[in-house]
């Protein structure tokens, strides 16, 4: 059984797209994480959300937007996509808010 | 948090041990060191954490020095499925930190036949 899943694995669009990344974890944490990596291989914190409340929010353009539907779930939408949001995304989740994360396998974004 | 400095590669002989440094100089009296690892194409890997004693775990031991401004992970006889980039992370654990992890660079370990 996968732990961590993400959805899509490769997502190919074009400039000024709109997409929505899916993540779901089957493991009962109750927070949930979105990472971006991008191609110098940096591996930054964007969103977290514990029991589906907001309690990380970095400097990320307003055009990303997560939602947690339940705790199990935490999507990842973006609007009017850019070039510089080519990277690779990776979803995490943790029991309450330790730093013991188990991450999905990753969403390769590419924005032609 | 508390920032890191770690070799930026490292090689190893496959079945030997793997000694991978980590200075944390700035560390404060309640965070912890993380390490995490990255396969290629893969998204980390948690391995193991330690606030001031050594752990050992099935992946790797975690030595801290006394003063706890260093750390060495050990991988105690590496294969080349343990070639990886390998993070030293330093954070409090939950509470404040909301569980925000802050990967640095790392360090590129490859792993020799």
């Known amino acids: 059984d996968t732990a961590v899943s993400q959805t899509p694995k490769y997502l190919v669009t074009q400039m000024g797209n709109d997409k929505s990344i899916k993540c779901e974890q089957n493991?009962?944490?109750?927070?949930m994480y979105w990472y971006k990596q991008d191609s110098k291989k940096f591996l930054k914190i964007m969103f977290s959300?514990?029991?589906?409340?907001?309690?990380i929010n970095e400097t990320v353009p307003n055009r990303f937007s997560p939602k947690s539907p339940d705790k199990a779930h935490l999507n990842l939408h973006i609007n009017s996509l850019e070039l510089g949001d080519s990277a690779v995304y990776f979803c995490a989740s943790s029991r309450r808010t330790y730093n013991e994360q188990f991450f999905g396998p990753g969403t390769r974004l590419t924005v032609l | 948090d508390a920032k890191t400095t770690q070799p930026t590669s490292m090689d190893c002989a496959e079945g030997r041990a793997a000694n991978l440094p980590c200075n944390h100089s700035t560390i404060s009296g309640n965070e912890y060191v993380y390490w995490y690892r990255q396969i290629h194409s893969q998204g980390p890997q948690y391995i193991i954490h330690?606030?001031?004693n050594n752990e050992t775990n099935e992946m790797a031991s975690l030595i801290i020095t006394e003063d706890r401004k260093s750390s060495t992970l050990i991988l105690p006889h590496a294969t080349l499925r343990d070639t990886a980039v390998y993070y030293c992370?330093?954070?409090?654990?939950?509470?404040?930190?909301?569980?925000?992890?802050?990967f640095g660079q790392g360090t590129i370990l490859t792993v020799h036949p």
């Open positions: 992370i330093v954070s409090t654990s939950g509470g404040t930190s909301y569980g925000k992890l802050t």
């Open positions: 959300y514990n029991n589906k409340e907001l309690i």
């Open positions: 330690g606030l001031k």
């Open positions: 493991l009962g944490h109750d927070t």
